[in-house]
């Protein structure tokens, strides 16, 4: 202690509290360090009895200040205006210190002179006897609960500097209210002593007790006063740096740069240098308070996919939240099913080229067993198995972008055959926590029995009970650490994310569980001068339907490069192996895009609503996605008025709403909910019009865009005497067996009619071929003309080589495959008008069949297609020229921007007026 102990005024507000004065300052006076001043506020007592009490008491040296009531805030203040110490501690009058309050105080304040507020623990005495062990102090968590305590060492210059009790908050919390201001919002220092010299009372009523009884009233008065509360920026600073959610290991700085772009800021990097992964361990985040842990593995890669989706660590973030998995493997994956933020089965992980660039770890996983056995090359090995041995849930798998190269990162580890467990860590921290739950129950025992002998006993007797050896040793016993245990032989091992310390520290051990339970801030919602919109599919497959999305898209960042455009798949029918594609078509037009269910443990459909919320949408377009159809009232239950526009290429009715294809279900349903539908086929109009009684307004038909700049048209000489005709024929997956004859009594008449010329036939199966049709080939001699290609994702490199293609039936796939082969330049034959093809599309064919059921008409398309090269050649030249037509696709995409953004009407000049 310096030669000049500090100085401290103590000061005592009394409201009709005269009975306990006395009591007070008998504890003032015998301080081993005699305060500089005690100054009691006598705050306009009612009670005859207190204010003689304060009469006779306030003597030798006490000062006595008398005013009108103003509440305990006001009292404190006055007090404080007339002391003169160097540090201020308030003292409640039914309360009392410790002899050595004072002393351990000065002890504190001379040791760390920059601390500005000290507080104590808590003894309680009275109806309750036991100690309570504030927290570490936090500037994040005080915002949230009242870690300190009002009789707490405050600097003499936080008052000086304006900081005062708040005379608004009369019916409690002004201290809380007070510590926010002072130490949070204006940055003065506070520390716990950790050390119990404050004596709370608990005697059946305080102001505390009435103030819990009140505690949502009272915290949302405190809300409105401090405006730290509606500082979003500064919250997310203060979480950021206090409690963040995400704590980062990087191998060098370069990831920094890359995180700063990221729209969730609640991480903090917390070591640059590559020691986390150049070590083997994570003891670097044993002191770090974080709710989670992010690992990077592969820099460059993790920050490439970090540059090039903004919301990347938001949807860790939420990942992490949502599903609270033990280990999250961040890894990347082929461009072109590179979709940032999916969550892959592990059937599909383990099918994919997958490579981990980094992991999310909950430290939770490693309450009963802080290390990792050191058993393989790499700290992802060893922490799978781990994870595996301690017999946690099983870890996801997130993708986070394409491969950069294809040694990056490392592979997934794999299930490791059952073997012998290794030599683990202690049990010294798991018995000890066991221990200190025994303990916590018998305190808890312990209270019940002291509560029982004060209201038998009389209270000369309880205390004298409660002095006796027998007690006393007791109350010693539990309230002693666990003896340690002795250390057992281990291998090597790494260090876990959770220090042994802060397992076997009471104190610690609380702001740890606090700090895992923490869940993570999110931005404010987008606003911005630039219109957003929302574009809902179920999934991207690859096909015909999925490219035909993918040109939209594309067409709109051309024709409005200054639009948000966000994508939301919400993966309604997972199938096993089934993988997402054109990543690498889609995701440089979009500002973001996100992944259904994997990103949300609630259901789509409310999902959906928040999603649209949080990223500031305006027009919603829904392409086939019955989720998100039914996510329609929700949509419109929002604030703001959102545009909402149904997208189809097809509509089936069936006798069951839930059986129809999706458009069909949301006319039904929500017809009244939907401003537009917008498809793309005069067909499908009219049965939206006619069959489900949509109004004719609400209807806007545009052809399907189909990107005819792909691949430049191959010019394929006419097929003469010297090569094949090499026919493409678009197998239905439920073609019948009559289809399956028609295919065959082609081939025949064929071979009939033209013996010296041979024709190359290729069925393209939606399905693989099954039943008795490649027997029959087989046995027909056939198989030299008809030749089944396995199922592709792409058809452009069969157009490109092909001179005609035949559409046996139709529907929305054979329409968009149809409008593919025109735009590439082959000349298409199929069913005419009236049989579910669009009108648009019928006036492009090369040859309408007017009887697809009999083979007499595809042997003629055919026989014309050979015998007429000038019609042909004609034929290719207007379809394709139609098709990459630029004011078509402007037009069409003009038209759905009308609709998902509709121009804000002018205001009338009397309305503008008077405004």
Not at 245 to 252: K, N, Q, R, T
Not at 266 to 287: C, I, K, P, S
Not at 481 to 488: G, K, S, T, W, Y
Not at 614 to 622: D, K, S, Y
Request: net charge neutral.
């Amino acid at each position: 202690m310096s030669a000049q102990p500090p100085r401290f005024s103590v000061v005592i507000p009394c409201f009709n509290q005269g009975a306990f004065l006395a009591e007070a300052l008998d504890s003032l006076r015998a301080q081993t360090l005699p305060p500089h001043e005690i100054i009691v506020v006598d705050d306009g007592s009612t009670d005859p009895y207190s204010v003689q009490r304060m009469d006779e008491l306030c003597v030798g040296g006490v000062k006595l200040v008398r005013q009108e009531n103003r509440g305990l805030s006001g009292a404190r203040n006055s007090g404080i205006r007339a002391a003169t110490g160097d540090w201020i501690l308030p003292l409640d009058a039914d309360d009392r210190l410790a002899p050595d309050a004072l002393e351990t105080c000065a002890t504190a304040i001379a040791a760390s002179p920059e601390v500005d507020v000290w507080y104590p623990d808590i003894q309680y005495f009275g109806l309750e006897n036991f100690v309570w062990k504030c927290f570490h102090f936090n500037p994040w968590r005080q915002l949230w609960e009242n870690q300190m305590v009002c009789s707490s060492a405050i600097r003499r210059t936080v008052f000086d500097a304006g900081v005062l009790y708040n005379e608004r908050m009369r019916q409690g919390y002004e201290d809380w209210e007070f510590y926010i201001h002072a130490c949070v919002e204006r940055g003065f220092q506070a520390r716990s002593l950790g050390k119990p010299i404050f004596h709370y009372r608990r005697w059946g009523y305080s102001m505390l007790s009435a103030a819990d009884a009140k505690r949502a009233m009272l915290v949302e008065q405190l809300r409105r006063e401090r405006p730290i509360f509606q500082d979003e920026a500064r919250l997310l600073e203060l979480k950021r740096r206090h409690n963040p959610f995400l704590g980062v290991a990087a191998e060098s700085p370069e990831l920094g740069a890359a995180l700063a772009g990221q729209r969730f800021q609640d991480f903090r990097v917390v070591e640059d240098t590559g020691r986390v992964t150049r070590q083997g361990d994570l003891a670097v985040f044993g002191d770090v308070p974080c709710s989670r842990v992010l690992v990077s593995v592969a820099d460059a890669p993790l920050a490439a996919a970090l540059r090039a989706d903004p919301f990347l660590l938001e949807k860790v973030a939420r990942t992490l939240q949502q599903h609270n998995p033990p280990v999250l493997w961040l890894v990347t994956t082929e461009p072109d099913s590179a979709w940032p933020g999916f969550l892959p089965s592990e059937q599909e992980t383990r099918a994919a080229s997958t490579r981990c660039v980094g992991f999310c770890l909950a430290p939770s996983a490693f309450l009963d067993a802080p290390d990792i056995s050191r058993l393989g090359e790499s700290l992802v090995e060893d922490l799978a198995h781990h994870l595996e041995h301690r017999g946690a849930r099983p870890p996801m798998t997130l993708v986070v972008g394409p491969h950069l190269s294809p040694s990056e990162g490392v592979a997934l580890p794999v299930a490791r055959a059952p073997q012998a467990p290794p030599p683990m860590a202690p049990p010294a921290p798991v018995l000890a926590e066991r221990t200190q739950l025994l303990r916590l129950g018998a305190k808890l025992i312990g209270k019940g029995v002291n509560h029982l002998a004060q209201g038998t006993l009389n209270p000369s007797m309880h205390d004298r009970l409660m002095r006796s050896g027998v007690v006393r040793g007791l109350r010693s016993r539990l309230s002693s650490p666990p003896p340690a245990l002795p250390a057992q032989e281990r291998g090597p091992v790494r260090a876990g994310p959770l220090s042994l310390a802060v397992q076997t520290d009471t104190r610690s051990r609380d702001t740890r569980n606090y700090v895992l339970e923490q869940p993570p801030r999110f931005g404010a919602p987008l606003t911005g001068d630039s219109p957003a919109v929302l574009v809902v599919t179920p999934s991207l497959a690859p096909g015909p339907t999925s490219r035909a999305l993918v040109q939209l898209v594309q067409e709109m960042a051309r024709a409005a490069p200054h639009q948000r455009r966000y994508l939301l798949l919400t993966q309604e029918e997972p199938r096993a192996g089934a993988r997402l594609a054109h990543a690498s078509e889609l995701l440089p037009h979009l500002t973001g895009a996100f992944c259904l269910p994997g990103l949300a443990s609630r259901s789509p459909a409310e999902e959906l609503p928040r999603l649209v919320e949080r990223l500031g949408v305006e027009g919603v377009l829904i392409s086939d996605s019955r989720v998100a159809f039914d996510a329609l009232p929700a949509l419109r239950k929002l604030p703001r008025r959102v545009r909402i526009v149904a997208h189809a290429h097809e509509l089936r009715r069936a006798p069951v709403p839930d059986n129809a294809s999706a458009c069909a279900y949301a006319a039904i349903r929500f017809n009244n909910l939907l401003d537009a539908y917008y498809v793309s086929s005069q067909e499908v109009a009219k049965q939206l019009v006619r069959d489900l009684y949509v109004s004719a307004s609400k209807v806007h038909v545009a052809p399907p865009l189909v990107d005819a700049g792909r691949t430049p048209p191959v010019r394929r000489p006419p097929p003469g005497e010297g090569r094949s005709p090499r026919v493409l024929w678009f197998h239905p997956a439920s073609a019948s067996d009559e289809s399956h004859l028609m295919l065959l009594e082609l081939v025949r008449l064929w071979k009939r009619r033209h013996p010296g010329r041979a024709l190359d036939l290729q069925l393209i199966p939606q399905a693989p071929l099954a039943g008795w049709l490649p027997q029959a080939l087989e046995q027909h001699r056939l198989s030299d003309v008809v030749r089944p290609v396995p199922p592709v994702e792409d058809l452009l490199p069969l157009y490109r080589d092909a001179d005609c293609l035949i559409l046996p039936a139709f529907g929305p796939e054979q329409a968009l495959a149809a409008w593919e082969a025109l735009a590439a330049g082959l000349p298409v034959m199929a069913a005419p008008a009236g049989r579910g093809m669009s009108p648009e599309l019928a006036s492009r064919l090369f040859m309408s069949l007017e009887q697809p059921e009999q083979p007499f008409d595809y042997l003629r398309g055919l026989e014309q297609l050979l015998d007429d090269p000038e019609r042909l050649r004609a034929h290719i030249e207007m379809a394709r020229a139609a098709c990459a037509a630029p004011e078509t696709r402007t037009q069409a995409v003009r038209q759905l921007e009308a609709l998902l953004l509709p121009p804000t009407p002018p205001q009338p000049v009397r309305q503008r007026a008077a405004s």
